[in-house]
């Protein structure tokens, strides 16, 4: 029979990745067709990746076939897996998210503060359309997200879709695990981490290298700002050495947002006068990388992909999707409908938590209750991307200032307002459902 | 019979109103002594009040004796209901509380942020031991705390007292009422709010006339700053009006701390540097308050201390202690183990919700959940007021500096460490826990 | 403007004690029309139960109107208050709910067992068609619900309606209450109960005489059949002494048929073959009252009314209309939406618990948890009420079924489904939903 | 280094499985030293059983050394995983557990009922007394229980004791899956089942052949006597099809007592008459099994072990402690900290769930809820075993009537008084708590 994959945003720089993570386990996981679907504003890149994907499958002499179209819903048609990887408004709209916040001397990020509020308004109608689209045209496929903000798109898609077979997917945790490797000066696959929280708010409740206990080892050592657990899209700071004791947990890189936003706020303001704001850095990495991609000759996944800031999101997809496929009832952490695993998040919320990998999708391991100490964050961002997410189906307008204010990253009722006004303008033509009569 | 009522801290200017509280309910409430317990330090003030309340009651012509003395176990012996009104430091105490984190541009204020948790450093080790003492010399009294802050308070007695009869109050919610009472022009005995959430942290669900709901026409009118639904120590800067009809809820005075933090700010610095932070402000009310009292010839609770900010506090102390006692099974808003009527507070933390009065105690009145848009602040809080109390237990530098960094008012782990360390050393002398070898 | 109160069923042998109510509440209660509603089948008592009320509020002088009427949308129209006492297929369908499990050699009781689940069957529907009328036709009436089994009822039209205000209603807290001033030498007034758990599966947490506690000196009298707290519809037995010591808390009459199964069996068995089932003495007291009920020169509730086992019910509901017209915010035992106040029942479904009645409806008081020991019980009813119901919607024979096998009255898979069967046939006029093609 | 294993019960007759079990694991599980403990009333057959395993252990040519010991304090030193398979009072009493409640006509039952009440009774105080011990000479032992009643032993090392490394084991889900897996005739490694519940009362909820759903398949196969899915110790009467239809979950063939009450008395009481309770029968294979292993020439478990009920209980301890030992992360049903994993049931109570084996224990895997269906009968029994627990530890005769009263499988409140005086009395000797001066 063989597997077949839609790649929903297929003209990504991150598609090499994962046509890289799909040749390599070919022999367990034989997919028979890689759809890549993409807009008409993405058709240029679409063809650049689209056939670098075929070179790399010409050379790895698999018979695996790639479809480029621009039509999702002949696409769709039968899928066994859908993997979204877009971007509403392109890097263009990114932009906007971190400069508009900043500004108004407010954190300006991509799934942070009023930047992932605006990207989950723009994005989570146009995954909801998938979602009915898979409702009908692949009832029995899994929905693979990896769109940011997962956390939030997950949550949307558990409660205003008909879909239940959806997991978000994030490389942060798999960032950390290789962070916490390199601290430690030993492989990823002998760390093992506790993960529980939301999407970009996940903490590792505990570290373990071959089963043992080695948290309190690692806390100690993550005050260095070269220990590693960054991401490439985060300033690293380091942390306040005597708070990370008292907190007891490994704290994700996102969390410097919230822990040090002051300082992160001087750096992104430092940045966007000099080198630029991520979006703009990105949008360069990204044409060196469409220039490396359209060489006739380059037939495997450059290197300098890794540079970017979503190194591992597709690995980490292919992993799952062969998980599923093969039973494979090991441990990955991914985002899905809490169920219970985090006493104090509500059953029907998405959280993102170990989990087992079955044919029936991820079932979460209880957690129990999260420390004390973190617990209020978390259950303050998972009330906002209810909120946001809510704003974002029903384009209710007092919703979406509601979701603004209560954001912890925004200093007052009235300075909300007006980044709130701001952004809806600026990106009024990704906001229909706001603008409706 | 008759009851004995002991008031810690009895040399507060707000005894007067306890007293008047106290003659008025005579009929149905026959306290036979009330015992004004001091400290050294407050030994003159104690005196003052002390025989303002005597002159009140000859007035009156009651037969209820006062007892004015520093010696606390001896007063406690026996008592039915002991009454906390103390500040550990005083004023001066009060003051470093509001400057120092001021000085880092952070919000300084007597029960939020920085100033409320070391408030609630010095104050709980302090009604522990009252708590211990009860135990022994009156197992049967019921503690009524309005000790700020008292949610914290109430918390700590709660989870590391062997008394269970404690109830904390507060005038937050007597105000708010009194504040729709005057929006809507009618007469505060006739509005019923629904009160739900933590102490400071309350919000009302729903506002009813003569049980008719009216919550949308009081939250439509509540953004001009003339509402009245203020508290003489908040600065009133009315409330963005579309993000207040986005909320749908009453949102308490201090509520602005969170949702105007950065307007807050400015204001508190521009008072600093003019009229005085609030304790600075208070001292001088207070000792014209004293003042006032020494007059042999004043036998009542002079209006001028309506002005100072606590008022109707001891009101709602009588109100509490007389429907306890006649077991009136009348709905007051009180500080109570939580014991599910908030869904997502554990069962076993303290919060501030309508009760029933009775003469076992309170009990909660079923909320449900809160609104998914204000659940996650008040969470965050719940998380900074169960580490705040663990720390001031404990003594444990760490938990203390945890519970700094996590408040929502402190921007930054290196700041909250500054800030920490600096109050640790500015409160010293009240911080024993903090200071044993 | 006066009150509309339209009683479906109002021509049962209870309908006297509610228009007692109605007048003697006259002056708080301004009730204009109260609309009595029957089916063809019970046009004659309707006549006669009808003209006796007219002569009844004639007598009292109050301007109140009655009105009868097979039409129940027209009465429908506009109203206040909609209470439902009726009996689906009348006392026949109860004898026969009672004598095909005894022939079985099981519990035949009209509220619990076999018995109890077909009543459901038969009522749940009606009462869901009435809850559309009212939807439609009178949207902001209560629905006073005393049909039983008044807690699967309540459970069904919460589930499966969208009607939000109805209130279940049962006389067992008012008789319990009632037997405890009786074993206690006191008036009922002066006694308090803590009540919770399920219909005719409450219990009496705490007892309490003018607000002090006397728990166990109730428990300590209760063994003894004359203790008064009993039904008429139910045996006293007495109950092992040592039993009720242990368990702590003041069992509810129905309470035998779990505790007492075997002997209350073999009491049923033997009053089956001498004065006949509990139907077949209803039966004939029922005749005996309307032929009271005849005479033209009757024009109050004639004593003997209080003989029947349902006395104090129509009291009740007035009690409770009363308390929901005046917002009177007093306690009442009612069947609600649980909304935490049980922890370990379900937040949706229905429990019967101590409430505020306000205007807006009963708020229940927080109980914390259930004693462990009654806590399996009650969650095995519940999950037993919940099958029920959805059956009776549904009409799906499986799950039927399953209800009946998980009744804790019902010994055997096999002999479930022996009597399941039978009754179903038996009833099958009244269960069409169960025979649909 | 090696491990060293200690087990409690030593002489029983499964310690040849438990042997062989080591054996076949030697190379991934290197153990070093087997203690085998047992008390002096067991002594002839510890030495039997020890010989025994010194020559499997010698024809398997492996380097562990067999300890035969009365001594427990010294065995326990330093031990990595204590068994426990100890029966107190002998199968004589476990005869008195099925016996007398059979003479009242109730269900006589080693785990169930009365039985089981009176099991755990005897059981508690030694498991918690080796606890004890345990955490003085091993404190980093786990304490691998499979010593009936598991559930409620397991209930109670977790609420009364300090040792929280504690796993309960039972054969019954392997015997599950091995009976699907001859249902379906494939292999049980190819089956997997969701298992939740209690011991004896799990449930499975789903069934997997190759992660494949088949649950409906299987259900409609299990009414077949044939079926394979019952216990060497449980009568198989088949079950009523309709009802496992409905019920739509696979049960567990202890559910029998609870769904089919009636029928399983009847069984047991003509056993009774005939062939002997099942203690009875029993204690006849037992003489036969110590016969065959005082053969000298025998130096492997014998085939006829596996007619014994409890088989596969030692090779499920085995792999236990291999997952544990080698950090295996793969799925087995155990009993444990039920940490929010079954929604309905308390956080710190134990369920039988699937769960993570780690070198940190097992982590539950998040069911969510159970079905409505059978919530109610688990939550029933949880009652049931906690009550019993807490009457185990205190020794409080009252606590004890109120478990035998609530258990399900007694009829009334005086048959439990009966019943539960006779008990007390009979097992008086292995009941030291309950008669205390």
Redesign the interface.
Known sequence: MGIKIVTIGGGSSYTPELVEGIIKRYDELPVKELWLVDIEAGKEKLAIVGNLAKRMVKKAGIPMTIHLTLNRREALIGADFVTTQMRVGLLDARAIDERIPLKHNVIGQETNGPGGLFKGLRTIPVILDIAKDMEELCPNAWLINFTNPAGMVTEAVLRYSNIQKVVGLCNVPIGMRMGVAKLLDTTPDRVHIDFAGLNHMVFGL?V?V????VTDKVIANLCDPSSGITMKNIVDLG??K??????GVLPCPYHRYY?????MLEEEKKAATTVGTRAEVVKKLEQDLFELYKDPELAIKPPQLEKRGGAYYSDAACNLINSIY??K???QPVNVR???????I??DSAVEVNC?I???GP???????LP??????V??????E??AAEAAVTGD???G??AM??N?LV???????MIYDEMLEAHKEHLPQFFRE
Do not use: C, M
């Not at 822990?259 to 300082?263: A, C, F, G, K, P």
């Not at 809490?338 to 104090?344: E, H, K, Q, R």
């Not at 200093?411 to 307002?417: G, H, I, L, V």
């Open positions: 505990n373990y071959d089963g043992d206990k942390w306040e005597e708070f990370i004791k008292a907190l822990y040090q936003t002051e300082t093969n039973d009832k090991d441990i809490n169920n219970g695993a985090i006493a104090s509500p059953d087992i079955t044919k029936e079932l979460p391991i209880s957690v129990g209750d004390v100490s973190v617990r209020g964050l259950q303050q961002i998972k009330s906002f209810r909120v307008y007092h919703k200032l509601l204010t209560i912890p200093p007052s009722d009235r300075k909300a307002k």
